[in-house]
T-cell receptor, first 113, second 112 residues
């Protein structure tokens, strides 16, 4: 079946540090890949997505590239801010008419001034 | 900005009781979903709903669960006889044709 594995947290960084959160997936066919973010006390929000191999999703300074050869979709940001503190979820939908999201466990990021 | 709204934000219920979780999806969306997250675990898919019927469901979504769109705006999840292990955060989501899912803030269900 489909699965998503992302690095365990929590991750604590100083402001302006470089962020990488690793995500790998297992899926048949041609999945679409997503990063969702959950700020404290809020619901899940889509951060970025990529729907085919070599696509790069980007939003708010975050980027992730769909790498089919390594089945990865790592999240990166060059300079994190305190306001980026949240839980980040990697997820996929399998395609072929299914919109069911399969999530990773989530990685909690804390950015300290 | 349109959003998915869920009520209540927190529900406490006794084991064996029925509970209904309510959601108002984004108005022009066609696909509706329920997910849940048991504390410390992954967000798990429960069910998707399209054109007034269930389109996909997971193994978790057994006979104790049902969904309904009773009118043009609400989408509900009913758990007939709650168990302790149903305690979780339940998220409703909706999406348009081939668009990403938008999530509500969740309902925390506590079964005592």
């Amino acid at each position: 079946g489909n699965s998503v594995t992302q690095m365990e947290g929590p991750v604590t960084l100083s402001e302006e540090a470089f962020l990488t959160i690793n995500c790998t997936y297992t899926a048949t066919g041609y999945p679409s890949l997503f990063w969702y973010v959950q700020y404290p006390g809020e619901g899940l929000q889509l951060l970025l997505k990529a729907t085919k191999a070599d696509d790069k999703g980007s939003n708010k300074g975050f980027e992730a590239t769909y790498r089919k050869e390594t089945t990865s979709f790592h999240l990166e940001k060059g300079s994190v801010q305190v306001s980026d503190s949240a839980v980040y979820f990697c997820a996929l939908t399998p395609g072929a008419g299914s919109y069911q999201l399969t999530f990773g466990k989530g990685t909690k990021l804390s950015v300290i001034p | 900005e349109p959003e998915v709204t869920q009520t209540p934000s927190h529900q406490v219920t006794q084991m064996g009781q029925e509970v209904i979780l309510r959601c108002v999806p984004i108005s022009n969306h066609l696909y509706f979903y329920w997910y849940r997250q048991i504390l410390g675990q992954k967000v798990e898919f429960l069910v998707s709903f399209y054109n007034n019927e269930i389109s996909e469901k997971s193994e978790i979504f057994d006979d104790q669960f049902s969904v309904e769109r009773p009118d043009g705006s609400n989408f509900t999840l009913k758990i007939r006889s709650t168990k302790l292990e149903d305690s979780a955060m339940y998220f409703c989501a909706s999406s348009g044709e081939a668009t990403e899912a938008f999530f509500g803030q969740g309902t925390r269900l506590t079964v005592v």
